[in-house]
Nanobody
Framework: QVQLVESGGGLVQAGGSLRLSCAASGRTSRLYNMGWHRQAPGKEREFVAQISWNGGIIDYVDHVKGRFTISRDNAKNTVYLQMNSLKPEDTAVYYC???????????????WGQGTQVTVSS
């Protein structure tokens, strides 16, 4: 069992930056692949970024490449999402996800956090 707690969301102007954190608890949480999905109002949840358990695989959705950076600190059981050059279309609830497989396409066994709101004003 893995518990995920996100933090770092908030309100920022377009062009600004935020860093999201996801703290994982559980005996083997450092061995899980982790990532971020987001859901904007009236839209389906979409993949944003993922990182494998050892950091060897990193992947982003095309429209955040060059602006967002995912990283992890296994000593702290925490994954981060550094978001720069934010745009109003980045406004969404951001969810942390962890699984034994890569998380670009969630499985029914994936663990999810409760979500953190990111709002980008124009």
């Amino acid at each position: 069992q893995v518990q995920l707690v996100e933090s770092g969301g908030g309100l920022v102007q377009a062009g600004g930056s935020l860093r999201l954190s996801c703290a994982a608890s559980g005996r083997t949480s450092r061995l899980y692949n982790m990532g971020w999905h987001r859901q904007a109002p009236g839209k389906e949840r979409e993949f944003v970024a993922q990182i494998s358990w050892n950091g060897g695989i990193i992947d982003y959705v095309d429209h955040v490449k060059g602006r967002f950076t995912i990283s992890r600190d296994n000593a702290k059981n925490t994954v981060y999402l550094q978001m720069n050059s934010l745009k109003p279309e980045d406004t969404a609830v951001y969810y942390c996800i962890a699984d034994n497989v890569l998380v670009r396409v969630p499985t029914t066994t994936a663990y999810w956090g409760q979500g953190t709101q990111v709002t980008v004003s124009s």
